[in-house]
């Protein structure tokens, strides 16, 4: 008996060592004072009107272009946590490609500077572009992945708005090119299954790096 049980232990060692691997490798903490000290002021602006309680801390891992694991952060709502834990598994499982996946706090929460960096990122108390209205990033609702592929483009009085600029040759979306999402997209089809609509359904502008919940 007594040996019965030592086996069983030491049959269970290991797979819990392979859980716990798998926790650390995709986590999910509350905001701690080193988060917060980056974020305050960028991200965390001072007339943020969401509690500190509401945000989570992410570690994921990710793949780049050329095959390397990257360790990416992010911050979101704690309502979609789980699910973009478990979207950025199941993209890491594939070898889906994210180039970067840091704070946008890195960028002093410069939208435009992260986006053409191709940097994906989720929590930024901010304005819709050119309106007053808060965006859904404001609450950690959104998240955006690999933006310079996927802009945000919009047609304003004869003219093709492109965010970031730099994003023009991936206008047009008939053409084909790495981190391009579309319908087919993997990234796509594990948002849409956890109940995310994508941007780049909209009608009057196209926001095709853009997930919300
Ligand atoms: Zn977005």
Known sequence: MKHLSIAFLLLLIPLLTLAEERDARFTSSPIDSVVFARMKGKSYKDDCTIPLSDLRYLRVLHYDLDGNV????LVCNKAISNDLLEIFEALYNARYPIERMVLIDEYDADDERSMTDNNSSCFNFRTVAGTTTLSAHSRGMAIDINPLFNP???QSRGKTIVSPAAAGPYVNRAKSFHYKIDRQDL????????GFRWGGAWRSSKDYQHFEK
């Open 70 to 73: 990257c360790r990416g952060e």
């Open 152 to 154: 945000y483009v919009k």
């Open 187 to 194: 990234c796509y089809r594990l948002f849409i299954a956890h």
